[in-house]
């Protein structure tokens, strides 16, 4: 509809331009041509949506639905697209065998491929989406060819999502309403629809050749991640799509792990990539942090011990095991340091409460906590020297402001006991004064006595 | 030969001499109240030499206040107990001068000829509160800043020459740096200079007329009897003395074991954090404009409380003159019942103020 509009707006510029001046009408009515020649504006349907008034009157929810759906908020009805620009048919007519004629280019319900094509019409076209919304991309259809559920539809098998299964077919919202199923907070939900149905994904495999799992959502909300997104409110946190891509989607192959976390971790996967377990890792990161069930880590992960993340590879109190003996040492520095902080840190809160200012001493701690942080960070490239070389760091931090606290401490004693010797002075010189003062009264009662 | 022959052979002192030796205080039994004015004078002395020592380190600008009190509690030697007994002095000193001005509300001490001292007494207590205002903004912490955009914008709402009182106390339309240095002047120069001589004008008003005997007291002597009095010096000198020194104790307790806190540096561009409140000596004034309807009777409401609060106090500076009967040394049951009502609104709307969301 809004097709129709334009052009005969661009048709309606053109005949004021006719009069303004013989260049402008010329090229007015070029514009026109060009834009005419596309089948989108060659079709011009009349402006009112029988379609809707129609359908919505029917009993049969499988009729009735879509029309009312797409009275709803939707991206294209909310643009000027009606339903013929999708299904084709004539809105205009009454009768509705000639509203649903194959002459009036009545398509009807797209399936499978169809959907793709019918939205890729205008999806995959600069030219119109240009001037809807430029700066979306307008390779979907190229990407989901791409894609695992693309390469199964190109196989015949209908079961897979084509674009309608995540964004819906009527009733489209844009991706940015909290509403829409691909809205950051909705993904693994809309993913899940199908990924949760074991009689669905029965038959599928993975690259590996093992049967396609259905505990992927289940695992994804125990995750990190899923927290960050739905209870941190971070709508920049992965859900299914930042992984797997969207339109492209695919699980991340073997040697690709390091690439897709390292889209965020980018200091990581650059350690990792240097580490000397880069080419044993077989899936690089999900080794040690797992893949949909990402938990946060622990400084209890470092150890070959019961529960540790080095326990798959390394032995516990192996001393010939060098492996354990990197992991005892790193997590022995990093408990070190983090012990010295959290009690430096006691030390400070103790003697601020008490009156001592401690705010250079309080960035101090912070600093330490960086090199904490810092030393996580340099456990994924695995080389001790380089962590213990950070830890050190943070304890010289640590150790000074231990120092200022005992000096903090130190400062407390003498201002309590200055306070005591002070107030002792004081009473001293109250109660003299007072003796002084009844000394002065007895005189003068005396002397009034004797006058 | 003393210094004090030395001076009296060149000023001659015998005035003096005499007038101290001839000064006496009545004794009876609501004389206590007497020390609340010297036990305020006490702690202005103190505001006064803190106010010197601090004075030689802070630095009055948006972008080095809050260091330069910092460095004043952390690196200057004793400099945490000089700002700890100015914040607390202050506040002391607010809450006695609170308690004088009741007690001689209460006593009827400004019935004529006490008018004079009365009034200045008045301003006295106005330019306390200036100093309060002013000085809590000059650590430039975060309280103090929004706490002031509030209080500025009260002054605001005065009828007519709000929005010129506004940008006169913020230097501009919001408090920045300019306020800063304005509150700044205020504070060490211009509320000072007022006050040395209010307390002179005061002090000697009280020296000339001596103390004033409450109406209760006189009523019930008889003619021709005359209250026992004290010797000014050293009787009541010296008592005056030992009350200071119990000020002191106590400020200086009050400073070393509950300092006070410097907070974190104002940010203008940070929200407006919760719970921002003025002192507590703004409390009342601040929660009632609070409970003030947006319109009475088409009037904006927080025009309306500035202005009652102005009247308010043009009511209180009136008080000596309104009060005809203890002028004439009467008793005056209605002005008791103002100030109890008064001491009860104060009370009462600070505590809710304190506790209130």
Redo the contacts between chains.
Sequence with gaps: MLMSDASSAAQRGSRSSVAAGPVLARLCVLVVLLVSTHPLYAQSPPAANGCVACHSTQADSRLATPAALFTEPDVHRESGFACVDCHGGSASSSDVARAHAPAEGFKGKPAGQTVVATCARCHSDANVMRRYAPKQRVDQATEYAASVHGQQLAKGDLKVATCSSCHNAHGIRRISDAKSPVFPTNVANTCATCHTDEKRMAGYTLPGGGALPTHQLADYQKSVHYAALTKGNDPSAPTCNDCHGNHGAAPPGVGAVTNVCGTCHAVFAQKFAASVHQPIFDKGCVECHGNHAVVKPSDQMLSAAAGGACAACHTAGDASDKGTAAAVAMRTGIERLKSGIDDSGALLRRIKNAGIEVSDEQLALREAGTKLTLARTEIHGFEVGRVEAILADGMKVVEAVARAGQDGVAELRFRRRGLAVSLGAILIFVVALGLKIRQIDRRDRTRRASL | MKVIDWVDERLDLSGVRHFVADKGVPVHAQKIWYYLGGMTLCLFGVQVLTGILLLLYYRPSATEAYESV?FI??QVQFG??IR?LHSWSANLLIGLAFAHFFSVFFLKSYRKPRELTWVSGILLLFLMLGFGFSGYLLPWNELAFFATKVGTGIAGAVPLVGRFALRLLRGGDDVTGATLSRFYGLHVAVLPAITTALVALHLLFVQRQGMSVPIGVERKLKPGEHLPQM?FF??YV??D??AW??V??VL??LA????WE?GTKADPFAPVPAGIRPEWYFLAMFHTLKLVPSHVLGIEGEHLGVVAFGLAAMFLVLVPFLDRRASRGEPSRLFTLVAALGLLYLVSFTIIGHYAK
């Design positions: 910092q509690v952390t945490w107990l700890n010797p050293p009787n010296l008592r003395v030992l020194y119990v002191i104790a200086a307790a070393a074991f509950y300092p410097l």
